[in-house]
């Protein structure tokens, strides 16, 4: 399994990923939530489960579907915003610092300037360099599918309701 592109909400994430099959995506999932679930636990002082042992899977087909999901993935954010902060999240210049957006190469060329070089700049795990969070799509629909369905995504867009 490879990730994609991801976004961690308050009590989930979101992830864009690429799998053999179903089996392996099983067995990937599984393996995530353990490394996860030691990490965490690790960071916490504690013990226990993390993850619940389910997570919905959908297979993308079409170009407008693996669009779609790029919008509903990176930017979700802007969609989980109340007061205040709604108004800043859904701007334009905005960019959720918990999701993979700083490693999407298909923003629009005139928003690209809008977006920051990494995630969460100040996070402790980005000393020293550490290599991004995601790696690159293989398959064709995550490479370049997706942009047949309406081209490169703008900041601005928000994920459908």
Sequence with gaps: ??????????????LLVE????????????????RVARRLNKLAGRCGRVIADRYHSRALLTPREVRAAL?????????????????????RGWTDPFSSAAYFDGWSPDCRALVPDRDASA?????????????????????VGWRRAGGTIDTGEMPAR
Excluded: C, T
């Excluded at 399994?1 to 979101?14: E, K, N, P, Y």
């Excluded at 799998?19 to 353990?34: N, Y």
């Excluded at 919008?71 to 701007?91: C, D, F, M, P």
């Excluded at 996070?123 to 490479?143: D, E, F, I, N, S």
């Design 71 to 91: 919008v509903y993935v990176i930017q979700n954010g802007k969609k989980h915003a109340s007061g205040g902060e709604a108004r800043l999240r859904r701007s």
């Design 1 to 14: 399994m490879r990730i994609v592109h991801f976004s961690v909400q308050g009590d989930h994430l979101h």
């Design 19 to 34: 799998a053999q099959d179903q089996v392996a995506l099983g067995r990937a999932m599984k393996g995530f939530g353990v």
């Design 123 to 143: 996070h402790p795990l980005h000393r020293g360099g550490a290599p991004p969070p995601v790696v690159p799509a293989r398959g064709w629909l995550l490479r």
